[in-house]
């Protein structure tokens, strides 16, 4: 069975710092996918990233990279020197080779204070 | 590109009514989810369709509810004789992916809905 876990329910920072989302995630399959989406108050889920199984190479996109490791099967986020508008909740996603659905964490709500 | 659309962005109901709720993907995507989010959770996939045929649907989709896509465009989502346990935040998304949900969703507003 999928299954995300973002333990981290909710972290506060001051702005500039730099912050670390965990994510952890199980999964049978040998190819899959994982995601991270930003959703902030005005409720829509924005797309930040895709990851398939097989790519372990870490991202860098601006201020925000990404550490894939599949020996502890986890998948952190981290925002560095953050800014308020960094400020939302974010989610962690799983998807299967086929399947046609994302399974996501519970995700975490960062709050960046100025 | 005006991204995807969610009508009403708001609606309370009293127990047992019936509503509905309508989701204008973008417009070249041909494959349209519905997820439902409660408070301090994540999402969790509903339905899909891909154009107009319904694909699959989740174990979390009563009876009571019912969703179409009938010319692959907008689609609706029903939820019949509602309960308070129907609370949530209900999302649509959007994607113009074919064969694999392995893309990235674009997502409405969503709509709010509240059983009194």
């Known amino acids: 069975a999928q299954k995300v876990t973002q333990a981290q329910t909710e972290i506060s920072v001051v702005e500039k710092e730099d912050v670390t989302l965990d994510c952890v995630y199980e999964t049978r399959d040998t190819t899959y996918y994982l995601f991270w989406y930003k959703q902030p108050p005005s409720g829509e889920l924005v797309f930040l990233i895709r990851r398939n199984s097989f790519d372990e190479q870490n991202e860098i996109s601006g201020r925000y990279s990404w550490n894939f490791q599949k020996s502890t099967s986890s998948f952190n986020f981290t925002i560095t020197a953050s800014q308020v508008v960094d400020s939302a909740v974010y989610f962690c996603a799983l998807s299967e080779e086929g399947a046609q659905k994302l399974v996501f964490g519970q995700g975490t709500r960062l709050t960046i204070n100025p | 590109d005006t991204g995807v659309s969610q009508d009403p962005r708001h609606k309370i109901t009293k127990r047992g009514q019936n509503v509905t709720f309508r989701c204008d993907p973008i417009s070249e995507h041909n494959r349209l989810y519905w997820y439902r989010q409660t408070l301090g959770q994540g999402p969790e996939f509903l339905t899909y369709f891909q154009n107009e045929a319904q694909l699959e649907k989740s174990r979390l989709l009563s009876d009571r509810f019912s969703a179409e896509r009938p010319k692959g465009s907008f689609s609706t989502l029903e939820i019949q004789r509602t309960e308070q346990g129907d609370s949530a935040m209900y999302l649509c998304?959007?994607?113009?992916?074919?064969?694999?949900?392995?893309?990235?969703?674009?997502f409405g507003s969503g709509t709010q809905l509240s059983v009194l």
């Open positions: 998304a959007s994607t113009e992916q074919w064969d694999s949900v392995n893309e990235k969703l674009f």
